[in-house]
C-alpha cells in the first residue's frame, strides 16, 4: 500500500485489544483512546489510583523524573470529574465595603438567572432599524448626509463633517456661523449621547422605550425590560468570582503568593464611591479558589517552600480568604473570608526533592489519598510496543504539523526506547517511559520529513533525528572524550 493510500486508511488498531507492529501500516492506523487516562502509557497502577482519586475525591502526590506522564495523568483526571455545580460570587457590603460577601450560586439558579437576565438585556437592532431621530442622536446618523456609520466616528466619513451639527444654535443668531462651527465640534468631542428615552404605540398603547448604543448596533429596552433592570438595580453589586463554565484542572505550577491565594488590586482614589473602584469588584480569585471542585496541580512542589503550609490550610478548610497581600496598596485593607477551594490536589516532585516537602502535607496526601512513585521503564512486549507506537500516533496528533510514521519508523522509536532504558535505567529487555525526551525525537524526525516534502515519517528520519535530539552533555562527550574536558576545554 502507498503512502497516501495509508494516510487514508481508517483507524481500526488499538492499544487496548493488542496488535503486533507487522500489522501496522501507518500510525493513522491508530486509534486513539476517547479516555485521556487511556492515553498515559505505562504508568498503570497512578492510572488505576487516579481513577479512585477522581470518584472517591482523593489527593495524588506523584513522584519520578521529568518526563514520565504525572501532568497528564493530573490533567486526565480532571477531565474524570463530574462537571462543577457551584458559581462564587463578590457581593458588595453595603455595611462595611472593605468586608465583601461571598454568595454561592448552584448551576440551576445560575441558569435560571441567565434567563431572568436575558429579559433586561433588550433588543438589538441594526441603526437604520431606529427611528431616524433617534439614530441622529445616538451619534449613529449623520444630520447632512443621512450616511449611517459607526458611533465612533465624530466626522462624517462621507461628508467629512461633524455628524451631530447645527444643534443647540439659536436661530436668526447674527453669531450663528460662529457658534455652529463650536457647536459643531463640541457635539462631535462628544459623539452622541449614549441613551435615548422616547415613547412608542405598541398594540395600541403608548410605552416608554430606551434605545442606548450597544457598539455597532443599539439596543432597544421596551417597558418590560426596564422593570426587570429596574429590579436587578436594587440588588447588591457583585462580581462573578468563579463562573460556572471554568475549567476543572488549574496548574499551580512555580505559582507566587498572590497568583496562588489571590489579592484585591490596588485602586488608586481608595475605593472613593464616585471615583474609584469598589473593594468587591478588585477581589482577584487565587489558584486553590479556581480549582474548587476540580484539580489543582503543581509540579516541582518542593520549590513552593513556606506556600506548602497555605495549600495545607485550604485542603483542611476547604475555605480560604482572598485579602491585599502588598501592604503599599488600597487592597490591604479589603479581606473576604470563607471563599470555598474544595479541590483534589496532585503534587509532583523528583525523587531527591521529597525531602523537602512539608511533613504535614504529606500527612494530610496520605491521610486523604496516595502517594505514587511512577515507572521509568517497562518490560518490553508486543502489548507494551503497541501502547509505545499509541504514544507516537498521539504525539503526531497533538503535534499537528508532521505526517504520520511508518511502521519501520515506528519500529526505530522502539529500539531507540530500548537503548535508553538501557542507558538510563540500566533495565534490560525494557522500554523507556521518559517519554518526553522520546516525543522531542518524534518531532525531529517529523521536521526532517516536512524539510525533504515526505508524506510520511520513515525509519531513516528517526536515524537521522536520534544524531540531532542528542542531549549537549553527549555531544560534549563525543567532541571531548568527557564533561569535565569539555569544561576545561571552554574555560582555557
Known sequence: MNGVAAIARSRSLTAEEGFSLSELETTSDILIPDDPLKRVIGQDEAVKLARVAAQQRRHLLLVGPPGTGKSMIAQALSLHLPPVTEEIRIVHNP???????????????????????????????????????????????????????????????????????????????????????????????????????TTRNQFGKEEVVVYERAGEMVRVLDQKALEKRREMEKESPRKVLLPITRSPFVLSTGASETELLGDVRHDPYGGHPQLGTQPYDRVVAGSIHEAHQGVLFIDELPQLGHLQRFILTAMQEKRFPISGRNPQSAGASVKVDNVPCDFIFVGACNIQDLPHILSPLRSRITGGGYEVLVETTMPDTDGNRAKLAQFVAQEIAVDKRIPPATAEAVGAIVDEAHRRAKALDNQDKALTLRLRELGGLLRSAGDIAVTEQSPLIEADHVKRAIKIARSIEEQIKERYGSYTAGVGTDMS
Do not use: W
Open 95 to 197: 455595611e462595611n465595603p472593605e468586608r465583601p460577601l461571598v454568595e454561592v450560586r448552584r448551576r440551576d439558579e445560575v441558569l435560571a438567572e441567565e434567563s431572568r437576565m436575558a429579559g433586561a438585556e433588550g433588543d438589538l437592532i441594526d441603526p437604520k432599524e431606529a427611528p431616524i431621530n433617534v439614530a441622529e442622536r445616538l451619534g449613529y446618523k449623520c444630520v447632512h448626509c443621512g450616511t449611517y456609520s459607526s458611533p465612533t466616528d465624530r466626522m462624517c466619513p462621507k461628508c467629512g463633517r461633524p455628524k451631530m451639527a447645527g444643534q443647540g444654535t439659536p436661530a436668526g443668531n447674527p453669531f450663528g456661523d460662529l457658534f455652529s462651527g463650536i457647536f459643531e465640534v463640541t457635539l462631535a468631542q462628544m459623539g452622541g449621547r449614549d441613551r435615548v428615552t
